[in-house]
């Protein structure tokens, strides 16, 4: 019998270097595996079918293939399949929902996350340090599904009413299709995919779930992140006295926690209660014993951690602690080993090169002494400075609790318009392990429901003078008509999300207003140590590209239809465009953040937008000239980008402007040379 062997090839036979390999492995960790060759050892493989599907190939990726451990469901290859299909969308700008607009950087994208996704692959590949997403937990019609892969924006634009007549709907999930649990597999899996691409290198994603699907949501992650890359699951005690109605009262709800790389570090938090009992010239500490109080560990299997440790008894301090050396003298002349209580020979937790690079015969400067206990015998401690540790696998504190959520929206004013939102303390407490609170740190939620991830990062900004951006993705899903979120005027979740955000930028305005005027904080020096908080967001929709796609490679297509794409192919350009909707769709195809700083300035007597600092020049006129092609090589941005319809047909001053940037790049790198763009 014989069996149709997946196409791999031992990675030991290929002329891979060791960082290349990895390099790989980070893109494309699905297409490792493990097998056993014939001399049974363990080796790891390329599986070639399955990285051609990751490249776009997918003739027969799930056929004729020997069964393996690994994690398939029908609909996988349509995943795979609609991850690489470029979205026909754009984000347009909304100014009027908006808060500081033109400075913030902090984003509110309305539309659907798996098209939001695509779009931002460009502008933020790699630049997202944390994500945090609250997805839906799959307890039956509680999320909303395209009814059909191939046409996700359409689906998206007839469900937000923004196309005319019937377009295919979003469908609810129940617990009695067949498919409940591959219907939400397939709603995460292209987004999780496209989610890890915009995480930097030591980004971390961090996903709240319930029993439902968290080990599907494991085996997910880990194909997608890697093995290597899982943090560890944390209990959240949701609810302290428990769901009753079931027969174990559930208390907890989990967070998840990946990073793209096995190599990050996450930060330690904070201890409670944690008081530094003394000081000495390098600041306040606690001490703890020297001695390894593991009874595991000894003379008898670290015998070198077993060594005599001298006390000088005259170099007593205030605090009664002693200086120590290894070195036995007249001074140092009380000589303590590590025994434990009943006499046993233990051992230090320090080797002797720890110990004399962390000790100093000055007691106000050394990490390590001495001190003599109430029977007369000594101990040695270290000197423990850190106030934080690692954060923990149960998080129970009250803040954590789902009800803390609740009455955070009813403190806004916004009582009974969102059912279950999260606390920010989870959020705010994710972010303190995953992020940074001075460097810009992007924190991505495209499951954003109420934004309490924007609240959270709001809050952390002002109380520790941090500089986190958000990127909030909510789809527009309609409020129940009679819900009490409906009645108050929000017609959709992502109305309720905007305004929470406005009113949480409102509470700190006032708060810092307040403090403002207090007479206390008039003191000299002040002003200038409060920090310069980010108090808004740009909102942007999800709508049709402002381009016209062409679309007459059909070979069946009406001939009216062609007639109708050649018409519009002459005009590829919505006419009801506004220049600051084109402007932005091209900033997300060149590659520029949505909140890069856009400057309109004038250029031989046109309107030109320079964005970063003049490496970017869009001239969205409708007439271009020798002289503006002029002025804006001599500029000498990284890309000049202008509408082809500008040059009116003219195509000698069309072959004019590109000889004129073509002069320009002579004798440049080719990584320095200018870009000349018409759209």
């Not at 051609?52 to 069964?67: I, N, V, Y």
Request: proline residues 4%; negative net charge; glycine residues 6%.
């Amino acid at each position: 019998m014989t069996f149709d062997q997946p196409k791999k090839m031992d990675l030991r036979s290929l002329d891979i270097s060791a960082d290349n390999r990895a390099k790989l492995k980070q893109l494309f960790p699905t297409v490792f595996t493990e097998t056993v060759d014939e001399n049974g050892r363990l080796v790891e493989s390329i599986d070639f079918e399955k990285l051609k599907a990751e490249l776009g190939t997918f003739s027969d990726l799930f056929e004729s293939r020997r069964e393996r451990y690994g994690m398939d469901w029908p609909g996988k290859k349509d995943c795979l399949k609609i991850i690489q299909q470029p979205s026909l969308g754009t984000l347009k700008p909304c100014r009027e929902e908006s808060v500081y607009f033109d400075t913030t950087e902090n984003l509110f994208i309305e539309g659907d996350n798996l098209e939001v996704l695509k779009l931002l692959q460009k502008s933020y590949y790699g630049k997202v340090k944390m994500i945090y997403i609250d997805p839906p937990y799959n307890t039956g019609n509680d999320f909303i599904y395209p009814d059909k892969y191939s046409e996700t924006l359409e689906t998206y634009l007839a469900y937000a009413g923004l196309l005319d007549g019937e377009g295919r709907k979003f469908a609810t999930n129940t617990p009695n299709e067949g498919r409940f649990h591959t219907k939400w597999l397939n709603m995460m899996y292209p987004r999780l995919y496209l989610a890890k691409n915009l995480l930097s290198n030591d980004g971390v994603i961090f996903i709240s779930i319930d029993d439902n699907e968290i080990i599907n949501l494991i085996k997910l992650c880990d194909e997608i992140f890697g093995e290597e890359n899982f943090v560890g699951i944390i209990i959240v005690q949701t609810n302290k006295g428990g769901q009753d109605y079931k027969e174990i009262a559930k208390t907890h709800e989990y967070l998840i926690c990946y990073t793209k790389n096995e190599d990050t570090t996450l930060n330690e938090i904070e201890k409670d209660n944690v008081t530094m009992r003394y000081k000495d010239s390098i600041g306040r500490f606690n001490i703890r014993e020297l001695r390894n109080r593991n009874p595991k560990f000894g003379k008898f299997n670290r015998p070198n951690l077993y060594y005599p440790i001298y006390v000088n008894s005259k170099s007593e301090n205030e605090d009664g602690f002693c200086s120590v050396s290894l070195v036995k003298s007249e001074e140092y002349n009380i000589e303590v080993f590590p025994l434990n209580s009943e006499g046993k020979e233990s051992c230090w937790r320090w080797s002797k090169e720890l110990f004399c690079k962390k000790n100093s015969p000055n007691i106000n400067e050394s990490d390590v002494v001495a001190k003599q206990k109430r029977d007369g015998g000594w101990n040695v401690y270290e000197k423990y400075r850190k106030s934080t540790q690692k954060a923990k696998t149960i998080w129970d504190e009250t803040e954590i609790r789902n009800e803390k959520g609740t009455i955070e929206l009813r403190e806004l004013g916004m009582k009974g318009l969102y059912d279950h939102p999260k606390p920010t303390f989870l959020v705010k407490k994710a972010s303190l392990i995953g992020l940074n609170s001075d460097e810009g740190d992007i924190i991505l939620d495209f499951f954003a429901g109420s934004c309490t991830t924007a609240h959270a990062i709001l809050d952390l900004n002002k109380e520790d003078g941090g500089n986190r951006k958000f990127i909030m993705v909510q789809l527009p899903e309609p409020c129940d008509e009679e819900s009490e979120a409906y009645k108050a005027g929000y017609k959709t979740i992502a109305d309720i999300g905007k305004e929470r955000i406005r009113r949480v930028i409102k509470k700190i305005e006032e708060e810092q207003a307040a403090k403002a005027n207090d007479p206390q904080m008039q003191l000299p020096g002040l002003e200038e140590e409060r920090p310069q908080l980010d108090l808004g967001f740009k909102v942007f929709k999800l709508d049709r590209s402002n381009f016209r796609v062409w679309d007459g490679t059909d070979p069946e297509m009406p001939i009216e239809k062609l007639v109708e794409q050649l018409t519009l192919h002459a005009d590829h350009i919505n006419a009801e465009a506004s220049q600051e909707d084109i402007l932005y769709e091209l900033l997300l195809k060149a590659g520029y953040p949505l909140t890069s700083i856009v400057e309109k300035m004038e250029m031989a007597g046109k309107t030109v937008y320079s964005i970063a600092e003049g490496a970017l020049l869009i001239c969205l006129e409708d007439e271009i000239t020798r002289e503006l092609i002029d002025a804006a090589a001599e500029a000498e941005p990284v890309q000049f980008i202008c509408l082809d319809r500008g040059f009116k047909g003219n195509d000698q001053l069309k072959a004019n402007a590109m000889q004129t940037f073509a002069a320009r790049n002579q004798g440049r790198d080719k990584e320095k040379q200018i870009v000349f763009r018409t759209v």
